[in-house]
């Protein structure tokens, strides 16, 4: 399963930021949408990312405030992305390789959406019980 297959179920709908905004800002809007992570764009490209990650480390550094930082402050400068075209598979080694739990996916410069671990979690899960669907009812049809 290729990730634009994933991201066609899922949606591309981006919630972003910049990295000017305040990070108390930032957590609202996650909070608001049940989110765990924002897109920080800058003059149409991705420079970062904010994850609850990012902000609990904030919080622990700056002894349980976040009042006056920046979004710039804190994201993840220069995140790593994946292609659109990648396998599933690769990118739940990635993910699992260098601890990350939401991945922009780009299409060459194009930022085409995040995905976050829940998401292949889900969509491996529907994968597998469509598999399962489709050799039940192979096994069920064949000849005696």
């Not at 904030?58 to 994201?75: E, F, P, T, W, Y």
């Not at 930022?111 to 829940?118: A, C, K, Y």
């Not at 979690?121 to 019980?129: D, H, N, P, S, V």
């Amino acid at each position: 399963m290729q990730l634009r297959e994933i991201l066609r179920i899922k949606g591309n709908l981006l919630i972003t930021t910049a990295p000017d905004e305040m990070v108390s800002d930032g957590v609202s809007i996650m909070s608001e949408k049940d989110i765990g992570s924002l897109v920080v764009m800058s003059q149409g490209s991705l420079v970062g990312m904010l994850t609850f990650r990012e902000v609990l480390q904030a919080l622990h550094k700056n002894k349980g405030s976040i009042q006056g930082l920046r979004v710039d402050a804190v994201m993840v400068k220069n995140p790593r992305t994946i292609a659109l075209g990648v396998e599933v598979d690769e990118l739940r080694s990635v993910m699992l390789e260098h601890h990350i739990r939401y991945m922009p996916v780009m299409d060459g410069d194009t930022l085409i959406g995040v995905l976050s671990f829940h998401d292949v979690a889900r969509a491996m899960l529907e994968e597998q019980a469509f598999e399962n669907r489709m050799l039940k009812g192979y096994i069920k049809d064949a000849p005696a």
